[in-house]
């Protein structure tokens, strides 16, 4: 396991709709995993809601704890409106990391976030989904990289295939 660099860990997750986000956040953001704990998600599966497919190359694994089997240079990174938390915005990614994620309807248990190696919070009015925190957090992952991507090839790769938009140079008035 030892070739991952981007894991994420949901803790008791309870809708199909937000795994489904989560997995579709994985596939854009290129994380290594998804892994999950407890057993609603399960009940709920048969409603899948990956929509890009992304378990057909992002495993997702059912797992007694987050924490078992990682490898020594992996961080622990719980993501938590907690008090003491580094504001996502000045936190600085480690190279190999599992973010941890609460359930939907409580939060990242005291023992887990004992044992983090850092604790992080998105600033945010009022609190975000899983999907949605997710994704806020392999984005700012993605932003702060020095490997990003910029290129029109990858917008080319990534869009929608009825997305053909092209945007005019401000100067010369001719598409890009």
Sequence with gaps: ???????????????????????????????????????????AAKFCTDTQDVSEHIALTKVESLLDDLPEDVKIVCVELALGATPLP????????????GPEDNSIPQAIADQADHV??????GCMNLAASVNVL???R???????????????????????????????????
């Design 120 to 125: 992080v919070y998105v600033p945010t009015v």
């Design 142 to 176: 993605l932003a702060k990289s020095t490997t990003m991507d910029l290129s029109e090839q990858r917008i080319k790769q990534s869009r929608d295939n009825r997305n053909r938009l092209k945007i005019k140079d401000a100067k010369t008035g001719a598409s890009a």
């Design 90 to 101: 000045h936190f600085v990614h480690p190279e190999k990391a599992i973010y941890i994620f």
């Design 1 to 43: 396991m030892s070739q991952h660099r981007t894991l994420i860990g949901l803790i008791n997750p309870k809708s199909p709709t937000n795994v489904g986000g989560v997995m579709r956040a994985a596939g854009c953001y290129q994380a290594d995993e998804v892994r999950y704990t407890g057993h609603r998600y399960d009940r």
């Design 138 to 140: 392999l984005y700012d």
